[in-house]
């Protein structure tokens, strides 16, 4: 119980200076003051604890709402983006027409400009399902070597866990931007791009649904004298391959979604295109672009839905 | 199958071994399968195609490994407007936002699209429209209000408000439709106004949701907004592709592992939230 305070102190502790830092990082002298006095003061209110006596006579304590310290150092941290980014409404209210514009230009788009998409619209396609099967692919052994149940050498999983998350965070444009300076311009590298981004978003789907499966069986084969392979191809890949395929289409749902920009750093696809329209302010065009892009997205969307409902 | 019958009709119980005879056999729907998935390889492949490393591939490899393991420290802790702490905490800002505006504006969507609540035809035309959103890549919306706003992180923030809208949505609406409905009933019974009934019935079982598809969407919006820069829209990617153009590889280096520690940091910390808003 008074760990259990002495945690919820520290959390206390640490959101009011969050607020502060936050305060003081992006303002003027007053309000930085008033804001700061502010957070202190809910802080304080928060420590309050109401003491209640029962009709039996126990007395019981409620620990104090943190409901309004969360409030004021939401407002601190808002407060500070909006200064740190220039938040500025007029803008929006000055020129915001400018936008609705071009958005009704996009929703007329010019059809003559068709036969020029099919080409990069098929590429984007063959690139994410290349891609997608190829990252997936090598998604599974490294998800089987990452998952604690399974493999028992921590250094393995640990390693392999890091390397996986420093891989998912990498924006897919930069690896995208890497390939393309690597490999030249074209699909090659926007399948790279891909491959990478797949393999990081799959194994860790992966390793963490391995973790939840049922291990009796795997146990049960091993003591009939079967190796570790042959144990787990037989009691857990059942069990896996459901999920791993289901995680697969998904991938491949978001990885379309994903390729259509790649073109943007010269990795192949459509993304050129849009870049190319939106360099013209050729906008009915970049409707066209946006509509067959849209269509293909949601047919895709659709079938893999389809499938991922009969897998499970 | 005629097999099959036959033992199921023995009436006594049947051997391990006549089980496993009986086992389903689906040898042509998986063959079926492996030919499409073969059938779309060779014909994404066709395509596809290594030609080789580009004129300087190899150099700019080295290049490029040499600055990730020897990252330019001085620019790490430099805090002026060019260092990485600067640009991290304004690429962080415009996500904060970004998806702060972006869950607000999301909630009326979201009632709108929600067929348990209104009409069938209008949820069909919001969701439609939750669909055009998301489709739309966040790249192209940013380079359309760039138009409007400048290029600028303001451009960024504005963008991920719209951008985010379509998975916030999504989400909140599984949110809605999950909402038991007997415990309205039973308020209702106790005799709770309509004030009451929202406020105790509604808002705990939709509140925890909500704040967890905010935070999820925050983590993907911090991602997002590092490659939004990109194209000029704020945040530490235009200082990012400005080096990698300029092969400044030890700079490209510590803006990289900025990005991932400040990556990571949020993951973890938007995890342990999440499962604590799950739990209860």
Known sequence: MKQQSRSSLLTLVLLTLFGIICVLLSMDRVSAVIFTLLTIAAALLSLRTHTYTLSNGKQITQPGSRTLLIAIVLVDVVLASGRLTGFDLSIIAKRGNQFFVILGKIFHPDFGYFEKVVNPLLDTIKMSILGSFIGATLALPISVLASTNIDKSKGIVWFLRILLMV?????????????????????????????????GVVSKMMYESIETIDMGAFEAVESFGGTKFQSFWAACMPQILPTYLSYCLYALEMNIRAAAILGYVGAGGIGLLMDERIGWRDYNGLGMVLLALFVVVVLIEQLSQYLRRKLS | MAKKQNLLNTGRPLTVDEVYEARPRLWWVYTLIILIVCALLGWSGS???????????????????????????????????????????????????????????????????????????????????????????????????????????FCGVVTQSICSIGMICKMYITAIEDIDTRILESLDASGCTGFQKVRYGILPQIIPNFISTIIYRFDINMKDATTLGIV?????????????????????????????????????????????????
């Open chain 1, 167 to 199: 891989v998912r965070t990498l924006p897919t444009l930069v690896i995208a931007k890497f390939a393309a300076l690597i490999f030249g311009l074209g699909t090659f590298a926007g399948t790279v791009a891909i491959i990478v981004f797949t393999f």
């Open chain 2, 47 to 153: 395509t596809v195609r290594f030609t080789g490393f580009a004129s300087k591939g190899v150099t700019i490899a080295q290049g490029i490994g040499n600055g990730l393991l020897h990252p330019d420290t001085s620019l790490l802790f430099n805090l002026t407007e060019e260092g990485v702490p600067y640009q991290l905490l304004q690429t962080m800002a415009i996500a904060v936002l970004g998806t702060l505006i972006g869950g607000l504006l999301a909630v009326p969507f979201s009632f709108l699209a929600c067929d348990k609540i209104v009409p069938k035809p209008i949820a069909f035309v919001f969701s439609i429209f939750i669909l055009l959103i998301r489709t739309i890549p966040s790249l192209v919306w940013a380079l359309v209000w760039i138009r409007v706003t400048g290029p600028n992180a």
């Open chain 2, 232 to 280: 000029g829209a704020g945040g530490i990617g235009a200082a990012l592709i400005q080096c990698i153009t300029s092969s400044r590889w030890s700079m490209v280096g510590s803006y990289l592992f900025g990005m991932v520690l400040l990556m990571i940091v949020v993951e973890l910390f938007s995890t342990q939230i999440r499962t604590k808003l799950a739990r209860g």
